[in-house]
T-cell receptor, first 117, second 111 residues
Framework: DTGVSQDPRHKITKRGQNVTFRCDPI?????LYWYRQTLGQGPEFLTY????????KSRLLSDRFSAERPKGSFSTLEIQRTEQGDSAMYLC???????????????FGPGTRLTVT | TQLLEQSPQFLSIQEGENLTVYCNSS?????LQWYRQEPGEGPVLLVT?????EVKKLKRLTFQFGDARKDSSLHITAAQPGDTGLYLC???????????FGKGTRLSVIA
């Protein structure tokens, strides 16, 4: 299966610690997105890349968050000095640069569940 | 402000019943995608609609995009327990840009 993969699937950390998540997109996909989903909500956009270029960051992405995609393949999302409010499911999605028919479709990974204690 | 409003938020029905889930907005979208999400997993893409008035069918699921491309509906015929899950609609303002999601409809189909 060559879908989007994320690692780790679960992370429990203490408040104040740094955490890093990894996302491997579908191999031929140029665009990579990060979303955050809290309980009872739909996913909310954080940031996205086209190849290695970070094209947009949401206002949700505070200074404690940083994302990279150094070689245009996998991406990492780091959260520094975690807070309890950072507890959420962090989702990665990828899409090709060219549409499928007339639609651009995003495919999601299984997510990383972060719990900050 | 929620750009995409989904209704109902929760739905519990008996196996074999029909149901419709709605996704409404005051904004125009270039496309709208429907996903289903299981607990602890990422959303799985069901369908993408692009053209106003478009209807797409996926087995017992029928998806419709409103004529003005501001709303969409998902109709399930003869629901089965395997249809249980969180149904999310997501809109795209321009092609290949970040998605805006609704809060989802949590469906429970009881055998």
């Amino acid at each position: 299966d060559t879908g989007v993969s994320q690692d780790p699937r679960h992370k429990i950390t203490k408040r104040g610690q740094n955490v890093t998540f990894r996302c491997d997109p579908i191999s031929e996909h140029n665009r990579l997105y990060w979303y955050r989903q809290t309980l009872g909500q739909g996913p909310e956009f954080l940031t996205y890349f086209q190849n290695e270029a970070q094209l947009e960051k949401s206002r949700l992405l505070s200074d404690r968050f940083s994302a990279e995609r150094p070689k245009g393949s996998f991406s990492t999302l780091e959260i520094q000095r975690t807070e309890q409010g950072d507890s959420a499911m962090y989702l990665c999605a990828s899409s090709p640069l060219e549409p499928k028919g007339s639609a651009y479709e995003q495919y999601f990974g299984p997510g990383t569940r972060l719990t900050v204690t | 402000t929620q750009l995409l409003e989904q209704s109902p938020q929760f739905l519990s029905i008996q196996e074999g019943e029909n149901l419709t889930v709605y996704c409404n907005s005051s904004s125009v979208f270039s496309s709208l995608q429907w996903y289903r999400q299981e607990p602890g997993e990422g959303p799985v893409l069901l369908v993408t609609v692009v053209t106003g008035g478009e209807v797409k069918k996926l087995k017992r699921l029928t998806f419709q995009f409103g004529d003005a491309r501001k709303d969409s509906s998902l109709h399930i015929t003869a629901a089965q327990p395997g249809d249980t899950g969180l149904y999310l609609c997501a809109g795209e303002f321009r092609g290949n840009t970040p998605l805006v999601f609704g809060k989802g409809t949590r469906l429970s189909v009881i055998a």
